[in-house]
Every structure is written in structure tokens, then in C-alpha cells.
């Protein structure tokens, strides 16, 4: 018999990937997770549960780290993202990435992508003054990163091999250091939207 | 997951038009819940409207006092809101005891009041569920119900509404604004989320199709004595077992006025009334506090795996007055 295709939804999308316009068409279904990954070859951001329970698949979207897994990838058009692989500048590391090496902050290495666009995430949040479900004094306007701190902040990243003695550590490093605040990427006011395949089609 | 038409919604009435015409599409906001629950084909709707880009935003003081939060405001940005913190830090604490960072800044105001239970037998489209497939069975009554409920549940459901910031919004006496075809409407937190009865399909009392537009929270002039306190089986990233949000207004040692709601008790945010009752005009003192809630539990119906919760909501309430009484 021969075989039925089925027709399922799909919807052109235009992305802001790692600094490069990119136009793709999805199936309504797929996850930015697999976008990246299947339809993209970007494999940084990692599979751990497809639940949103682990934070491996962390991404950085229009500079918020969000869970790829739960985000649907037709949702994104005009998006900026930020993969593990767009986080360094040439041959130049991130701080966040440099902190992680120096501190020997992995073993296996699979929740370290995630653990790292987790950390530009929070630290860039921490730097604007939120509180967290540790901070005792809701009022501060400026927040003090501790080793509690940085626990709760990253608990949305798990670790298998328990390398977290390592990547507190790193993040609070990563934190202190001189530069403005530890990401290099564009405040979320700053982006300058490209325009959603909608308006370029008119 | 199964395959479904996506929209974009321009603008409200549009969207409300989609759902009234297409009773099988869904709005899809932080998609935190939505999205986990079509991979488990849990939900399975014919279309998507994504209400991210209409203009549901912001965090506004009105003349009267109150708040008004936009139903598209991340649970992020409305926790680290320095109104919200000044003025209902009970908001702001559960909004931080609640997922993870990656998440809250997914999830929005209107998504959050309407995530689904954390039941085990209605995230498994493999097992009867009275919710999920009305008439299939409870499994949970003689199963797995250490996290379900222990106040209102019915012989059909011992679901519980598993959320943290409807807990706090309960206290606060905070109102839901919607738009349905007919047009605006709105509904007190009080009646916002139902008790399970012999129809546990329904979460909530807003009606098929209403797209929530933003939630108000009233003045309230002891709001800045206010918090949350949460246990969990870990510190953090976990659902509650129990949580309590309260808020207290205290003069000499008496009580003058105060709010208390428990979470993950009841298929609603659970607003202790009898405590509330008999703790108003009482002096805030230990005893009195725990009188009141054991008062309050008296009608409690715990199964045997969690009868553990009668104790330790009666800790986590007398804890909590305890912490506002002496600031
Ligand atoms: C691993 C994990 C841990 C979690 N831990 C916690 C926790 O500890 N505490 C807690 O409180 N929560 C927790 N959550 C749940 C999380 O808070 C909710 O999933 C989130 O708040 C839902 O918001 P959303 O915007 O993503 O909703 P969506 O998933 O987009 O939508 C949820 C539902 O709301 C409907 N909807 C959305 N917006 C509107 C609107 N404006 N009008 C009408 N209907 C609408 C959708 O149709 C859908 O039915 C956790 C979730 C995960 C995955
Ligand atoms: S893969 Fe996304 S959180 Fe685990
Ligand atoms: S380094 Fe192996 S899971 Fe984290």
C-alpha cells in the first residue's frame, strides 16, 4: 500500500540566531530545542527531559534564558536568540565560559551548556536588582551575590554528576568580574526587532 | 504531540472570536504548562492562539490604589516589580518560592492561575482520570496522593490547584478581569477556581472561551506585613506540599485584621475564613493562632499518604503568624 502523507501544520518563521538572520519553516509542533538541534545542527543545548524539569536545553531569547524544550519554535519570529555556541566572541570565551574551565565546573559535560546560558541569564538578572526566593530583604535594590544566592538562582539547572561545589563558584566569579555586567550580550530594550516574516511579506 | 493550527492574535476581540468559533483552540501564553501537556497528550487542541503579542502587559497603579497587572506580565518581572515588593511582598515571595528562573520568565499572570494539577493519574493519558476523561475513575483516592488534597475534594477528584501565586492573590482578595464574546467580566479569586464536585473536568469558573486580561489587586493597608512560606520535598524547584500566604495587621498585641490562604490543599487556593474569623480581635499569640487552625482543619479528609499535611499546614500557619506578629 502505498504510503498517506500526512499534511501537518507549518509556519515560516524568521529568527536572530547567535547574530545571523535566519528564515526557517517549521512544523507548528517543534520545539526551539529541536530546532536547534535537528533542524539547525546547533547541538550545544542538550536534551535532558523535554519537561522543562532539568534546564539543559537553557537558551538565552531576546537576552532571558528560557527553557527551549517548552518553547514552541513558531512562537519565535522576530526573536533574538543566544545559543552555547554564540556566546563567545571569536576565539574569545565568555567570562561565564572561561569561569566554568578554570573552575572545573563539569565532568560529563551535559548540563554544562545549559548550566552556562543559565548563568549569563541570572547573573544579568541579579545585576538589575532582582530579588530571589533566598533574599531576605525584598526592599534592597541592589542584590548581593552569595553562595546561597547562586544556588537558588541555578536551580533550574540540574547535575547529574553533581559538579555543583564547582559551578557555584564559577558563576560567582563569573559575576565579580570587572566588566559591566558579566554578559556581553544587548540589554533587552537595546534590540532593535527585525522585522517578522508577516511585515517583510506585507 | 498531535498537529494544530497557529495563530497570532492581533488584538482581543479577534482572539476571543477564534475560540468562540473554534471551541478546541487553546491560548497559549508562557506555553510552560500547555506545551508539557500536549507532549503528553494530555491537551490536545486543534489550534493555537498565541496571545503574547497583544497588548496585555504592565504593572499599573490606578487612582483608587489597586494594581492592575496585565494577564501578559512574566512571573518574573511582576516578582522583582518594586511596587509589588513594597506593597504585597506576600506576591512577590510566592512568585519566587515558585519553578525555576528560566521559567518564571516564561510563565505569564493568566497561564499561571490556569496551570492544570500536578496529579500523576492526570498527567498520564494512560490512566482513568476523572478530570482528564470524566466518568474514567479516581485512581488517586486508593493511590498515589501524597501531593492531593486534604480540604473539599469530592469522591470523583483529590486534585489540587498545584500553584503558588493564586495562593497569594487568594489572600489579597485580588479580582480577575476577562473577555468573553459577551464582552468584559470579571471574577473575585474567591470564586475564581471551584471545588472538584461531580464535574472535576472543570478547573475554574471562567467560562469557555474568556481570554483573562489582566488581575487587580485591591489596597490593602497591612499588605506590606505580609509573606509566603512554602514546603517542599527540596528547597527548591519543587511544588508545594503545603504553602501558606498570610498578611497581618497587629496593634498592641491584638489582632486587628489579617489573611491567610494554604496552598496545595484543595482543588482552590484555600482561604482559611474560620481562622480568619476567630484570630480577628484576638491577641497574636501562638496558642490563639494554632486554636484557629486546627479550627479550620476540622473538616479536613486527608488519605492516608497525606495526612501529613494537617500537621504541618497547622506548623507552616502558626510559623508565619508568629514571623508577622514580630517583625
Ligand atoms: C518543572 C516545572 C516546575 C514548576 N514549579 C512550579 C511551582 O513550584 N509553583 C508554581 O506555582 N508553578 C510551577 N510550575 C508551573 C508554572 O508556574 C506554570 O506552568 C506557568 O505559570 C503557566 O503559565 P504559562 O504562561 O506558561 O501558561 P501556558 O502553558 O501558556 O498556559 C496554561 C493554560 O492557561 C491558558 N491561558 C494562558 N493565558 C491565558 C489567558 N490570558 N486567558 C485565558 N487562558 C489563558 C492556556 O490556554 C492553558 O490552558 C512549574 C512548571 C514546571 C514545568
Ligand atoms: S530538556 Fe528542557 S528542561 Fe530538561
Ligand atoms: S557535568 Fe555531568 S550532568 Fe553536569
Given at each position: 500500500m502505498a504510503a498517506t502523507r500526512i499534511e501537518v501544520p507549518r509556519s515560516a518563521i524568521a529568527i536572530t540566531l547567535n547574530g545571523e538572520r535566519t528564515a526557517v519553516e517549521v512544523d507548528n509542533r517543534t520545539s526551539l530545542l529541536d530546532l536547534l538541534r535537528e533542524q539547525l545542527g546547533l547541538t550545544g543545548a542538550k536534551k535532558g527531559c523535554d519537561h522543562g524539569q532539568c534546564g539543559a536545553c537553557t537558551v538565552l531569547v531576546d537576552s532571558r534564558r528560557v527553557n527551549a524544550c517548552l518553547t514552541l519554535a513558531v512562537t519565535l519570529d522576530g526573536a533574538e536568540i543566544h545559543t552555547i555556541e554564540g556566546l563567545s566572541d571569536g576565539g574569545e570565551l565568555h567570562p561565564v565560559q572561561r569561569a566554568f574551565l578554570e573552575r572545573d565546573a563539569f565532568q560529563c559535560g551535559y548540563c554544562t551548556p545549559g548550566q552556562i546560558c543559565s548563568a549569563v541569564g541570572a547573573i544579568r538578572e541579579a545585576k538589575d536588582g532582582w530579588p530571589s526566593h533566598v533574599t531576605e530583604d525584598l526592599s534592597a535594590a541592589a542584590v548581593v551575590l552569595d553562595d546561597e544566592e547562586v544556588r537558588e538562582r541555578m536551580s533550574g539547572n540540574l547535575c547529574r554528576c553533581g559538579a555543583y561545589a564547582n559551578i557555584v563558584p564559577a558563576v560567582l566569579d563569573a559575576a565579580g568580574e570587572g566588566s559591566d555586567d558579566g554578559t556581553d550580550l544587548p540589554r533587552r530594550e537595546e534590540f532593535h526587532p527585525i522585522p517578522s516574516v508577516e511585515e517583510v511579506a506585507g | 504531540m498531535k498537529p494544530f493550527e497557529y495563530e497570532r492574535a492581533d488584538d482581543v476581540a479577534g482572539a476571543v472570536a477564534t475560540l468562540e468559533r473554534d471551541p478546541d483552540a487553546k491560548y497559549l501564553a508562557g506555553g510552560t504548562n500547555l506545551v508539557d501537556l500536549m507532549r503528553l497528550r494530555v491537551e490536545t487542541p486543534s489550534r493555537l492562539v498565541d496571545v503574547n503579542r497583544l497588548d496585555l502587559g504592565g504593572i499599573v497603579v490606578e487612582a483608587d490604589g489597586a494594581v492592575r497587572i496585565g494577564a501578559a506580565v512574566r512571573n518574573s518581572d511582576l516578582a522583582a516589580d518594586p511596587v509589588i515588593r513594597e506593597r504585597y511582598p506576600v506576591l512577590s515571595r510566592a512568585l519566587l518560592s515558585a519553578a525555576s528562573g528560566q521559567l518564571r520568565n516564561m510563565a505569564s499572570v493568566g497561564g499561571n492561575l490556569l496551570q492544570r494539577t500536578r496529579c500523576v493519574y492526570f498527567m498520564d493519558s494512560s490512566k482513568p482520570c476523572n478530570k482528564r476523561?470524566?466518568?474514567?475513575?479516581?485512581?488517586?483516592?486508593?493511590?498515589?496522593?501524597?501531593?492531593?488534597?486534604?480540604?473539599?475534594?469530592?469522591e470523583h477528584c483529590i486534585a489540587t490547584h498545584p500553584g503558588d501565586m493564586a495562593v497569594a492573590l487568594t489572600a489579597l482578595d485580588a479580582i480577575v478581569h476577562f473577555e468573553t464574546a459577551a464582552g468584559p467580566d470579571s471574577l473575585p479569586m474567591s470564586g475564581f477556581h471551584r471545588l472538584p464536585g461531580d464535574d472535576p473536568s472543570r478547573d475554574t469558573n471562567l467560562p469557555p472561551g474568556a481570554l483573562i486580561t489582566s488581575v487587580e489587586v485591591p489596597p490593602l493597608s497591612f499588605g506590606g506585613r505580609s509573606t509566603y512560606r512554602k514546603a517542599r520535598d527540596r528547597r527548591s524547584y519543587a511544588f508545594a506540599l503545603a504553602s501558606v500566604a498570610a498578611a497581618l495587621d497587629v496593634e498592641d498585641g491584638i489582632i486587628r485584621d489579617l489573611r491567610i490562604a494554604v496552598g496545595a490543599v484543595s482543588h482552590k487556593p484555600w482561604r482559611a475564613t474560620v481562622a480568619e474569623e476567630l484570630l480577628r480581635g484576638s491577641p497574636a499569640t501562638p496558642d490563639r493562632f494554632e486554636a484557629a487552625i486546627r479550627a479550620e482543619l476540622d473538616i479536613a479528609r486527608p488519605t492516608e499518604q497525606n495526612a501529613f499535611k494537617i500537621p504541618l499546614v497547622t506548623r507552616l500557619v502558626v510559623g508565619v503568624l508568629d514571623e508577622l506578629a514580630h517583625p
Open positions: - | 476523561e470524566p466518568g474514567s475513575g479516581c485512581p488517586a483516592i486508593v493511590g498515589v496522593s501524597r501531593e492531593l488534597a486534604i480540604l473539599g475534594a469530592s
